[in-house]
């Protein structure tokens, strides 16, 4: 089974409004974090947000929040306001409590494309 | 420099031949990884260092690649015989803690291997 899945190759938004990017995870740990990362055309991943699995309120950065539903395993990315340069590819990660040294998985990402 | 540094940004291999991708993390930090990521999918993990120890390798596709961080810093990265398959990026990411799943990955730009 996958660990993570991201359901949606690609979105398109319309600048200034909202936009919400899916994830769910599979884990068996009750310890995990979750990541989000962006990565622009130019390749570099930049971290966006995380939420740990005992966090009771949703993360949030900026325009940037995280929809952690935990017994839905779901962790969405919600971008208030979008701007062009928002458009890029979106990677959702998880990282678990046990043996936490090499266990960080990523999704195959969401490619969102911002419409002047 | 504050960020993971990559070099080269570009390598252009003839199949055959031997590469050496070179990591340079943040200051600091315990562990680094090496991630490859093919054209339109999410990163792969490919080895773990705690500090100088390479403590998971499960990851390296063949024994062609090889990975290592001599002295808990820099670490390289080395293809041996290189394969039009292993044309991907290349990316280091370093993290400051090992052990805790709150501790985000810290990716630098990566390195476009191109086989040909």
């Known amino acids: 089974a996958q660990k993570i899945t991201q359901t949606q190759p690609g979105m398109f938004v319309q600048e200034k409004e909202a936009v919400t990017l899916d994830c769910t995870y599979d884990?068996?740990?009750?310890?995990?974090?979750l990541f989000w990362y962006k990565q622009p055309s130019s390749g570099e991943m930049i971290f966006l947000i995380y939420q740990g699995s005992y966090d009771e309120q949703n993360a949030t950065e900026g325009r940037y929040s995280l929809n952690f539903q935990k017994a839905r395993k779901s962790a969405n990315l919600v971008i208030s306001a979008s701007q062009l340069g928002d458009s890029a590819m979106y990677f959702c990660a998880m990282r678990e409590g046990r043996n936490t040294g090499n266990q960080f998985y990523f999704g195959t990402g969401t490619s969102l494309t911002v419409i002047p | 420099g504050a960020g993971v540094s990559q070099s080269p940004r570009y390598k252009v291999a003839k199949r055959g031949q031997d590469v050496a991708l070179r990591c340079d993390p943040i200051?600091?930090?315990?562990?680094l990884f090496w991630y490859q990521q093919a054209l339109g999918q999410g990163p792969e993990f490919l080895t773990y260092?705690?500090?100088?120890?390479?403590?998971?390798k499960s990851g390296l596709p063949s024994d062609r690649f090889f990975a290592e961080r001599p002295e808990g810093s820099v670490s390289t990265l080395k293809i041996q015989r290189t394969q039009k398959e292993d044309s991907a990026v290349y990316l280091c990411?370093?993290?400051?803690?090992?052990?805790?799943?709150?501790?985000?990955?810290?990716f630098g730009n990566g390195t476009r291997l191109t086989v040909t």
């Open positions: 200051s600091g930090h315990v562990s």
């Open positions: 990411a370093s993290s400051l803690r090992t052990g805790v799943y709150n501790s985000p990955l810290h």
């Open positions: 260092f705690q500090n100088e120890a390479q403590l998971d």
């Open positions: 884990t068996s740990d009750q310890s995990y974090g």
